[in-house]
């Protein structure tokens, strides 16, 4: 099948229809082309490892949330839970290749067992020993089931991994905002005083009759319109922080003391380390996930057909027998027996086909899950790394724009002090230079997110 991704083909091998351990694992083929125009982008650094990613923002407080995250988080636990429902069945599915052995004891009172040919006869029957019983699977229907269980716990654990790769990376973003927030407060903080400090002086140069009241009025309103943002950032921040805290499995609260301190934005690493989108493919769970998923669907449409053929079961006694409780235990009551049972369906009214049908459905539904996931893991993977490359570049333009913006207002409130320059031309002056400064802060923030969704989309943050 092909497929047309980011302007880029997409050649996806179609998956064996057959059954048990002819089953093939599906190769997506990736075009070169896109391979080496994500690599023209990026500076390769093999010192970043993509397993614990999050530590080469060179944040403590991140590395250490994230080991807690890892202990105590709740998907994480719900996601185990499920991996040991998954074993248990296939431990469940396993058995039944082999004999069910069973200790049995019994009493029987009999009154004319044989009517016609022995009448009158009346007798009890003790009987205490193990009887077995064991379906050949010569057609591997359970064999078939068992592959399909086996798919399927590897699917599960595959599922652990992405939850794994989805709190890491939640996590760190979350943080990010959380850090991010802290400093456009901060930022918010230190323009409100540097405007509370030119209302005081406006105020002097008012009360001495050098200026007019609309400059102490248009003073005061810049006050008030900057001190209006502090009650929305510390409302946005409490509520990261109590995101942070369910992602860590902790009770709010809990990460006040830790994380009110002020501290500066993780740095965001000068290295990218970059894999080509082939390896996406390999090693992305959520992949892996559904492929695995697909090979349970294909071996259960093996069982499927396997319900055709006949059923071959063996059973066997072996124990003591009596019609005399107290010459039970005799060796002369020793009794065994063996059976064998041949079942061939022949007329079901359609209800093997119909298993069939909905087997080979499912299988269906399995494969297209297959190749909608890889077209979207490879659409996350190309706008993800468009982003952070478009998001870095803003922000270097940003950062490059403050130091001018604040020689700007150093010289306009040094024209208006001598008279040079309206009032009018610093209070512009200042609101651009927090404009920029809020929107740095807040790309700051963007670029180390583009950045971690793009080490999601590679897999990155599970072993």
Request: proline share 3%; net charge negative; hydrophobic share 40%.
């Amino acid at each position: 099948m092909k497929f047309r991704v980011g302007g880029c083909l997409v050649l996806i091998s179609l998956v064996s229809c057959t059954v048990g351990p002819d089953y093939q694992k599906t190769e997506p083929v990736v075009p070169k082309q896109w391979q080496a125009l994500s690599a023209e982008n990026f500076q390769i650094s093999k010192t970043i490892d993509l397993k614990t990613y999050w530590q080469s923002f060179g944040d403590a407080n991140l590395n250490t949330l994230i080991n807690k995250a890892l202990r105590s988080n709740l998907d994480i636990k719900i996601a185990l839970a499920r991996v040991d429902q998954a074993r248990s069945e296939r431990r469940g599915v396993r058995a039944e290749l082999f004999p069910t052995v069973n200790a049995t004891g019994g009493v029987q009172r009999q009154n004319n067992p044989f009517p016609g040919l022995a009448q009158g006869i009346k007798y009890n029957m003790f009987e205490m020993g193990f009887d077995a019983l064991w379906e050949v699977d010569l057609y591997g229907r359970q064999q078939r089931r068992l592959e399909s269980a086996v798919a399927e716990q590897e699917a599960t654990n595959e599922d652990y991994r992405e939850a794994l790769v989805t709190l890491t990376s939640e996590l760190a973003r979350a943080y990010i905002n959380y850090r991010s927030l802290q400093n456009q407060l901060r930022i918010t903080h230190s323009n409100l005083s540097s405007q509370q400090h030119i209302l005081k002086l406006t105020e002097q140069l008012f009360s001495e009759g050098v200026n007019a009241r609309h400059d102490v009025v248009r003073a005061k309103a810049q006050v008030e319109t900057t001190s209006a943002q502090i009650p929305v950032l510390e409302a946005n921040l409490i509520a990261t922080l109590h995101q942070l805290e369910v992602l860590v499995g902790q009770q709010p609260g809990s990460l006040a003391t830790e994380l009110n301190a002020t501290d500066q934005m993780p740095v965001i690493p000068s290295q990218v380390f970059l894999t080509t989108p082939i390896e996406v493919i390999r090693h992305r769970p959520d992949i892996q996930a559904v492929e695995r998923q697909l090979a349970a669907a294909t071996a259960m449409k093996g069982a499927a057909i396997a319900e055709q053929y006949p059923k071959i079961s063996i059973s066997a006694f072996f124990g003591l027998r009596n019609t005399d409780i107290e010459s039970l235990f005799k060796s002369a009551a020793f009794s065994y027996g063996t059976a064998a049972n041949f079942v061939q369906p022949l007329l079901d009214f359609g209800r093997i086909q119909a298993g069939i049908d909905l087997a080979e459905a499912k299988q269906k539904e399995a494969y297209l899950g297959y190749e909608k996931t890889i077209l979207e893991a490879l659409q996350e993977t190309e706008t993800t790394l468009t982003q952070y490359l478009k998001e870095e570049v803003r922000r270097q333009t940003l950062a490059r724009s403050i130091t001018e913006l604040q020689e700007s207002v150093r010289l306009s409130e040094l024209r208006y002090q001598e008279g040079v320059s309206t009032f009018l031309e610093v209070l512009d002056s200042q609101r651009t230079l927090y404009a920029a400064q809020i929107e740095l802060s807040r790309s700051e923030a963007l670029t180390a997110t583009y950045l971690i969704a793009c080490y999601k989309s590679l897999g990155g943050g599970v072993s």
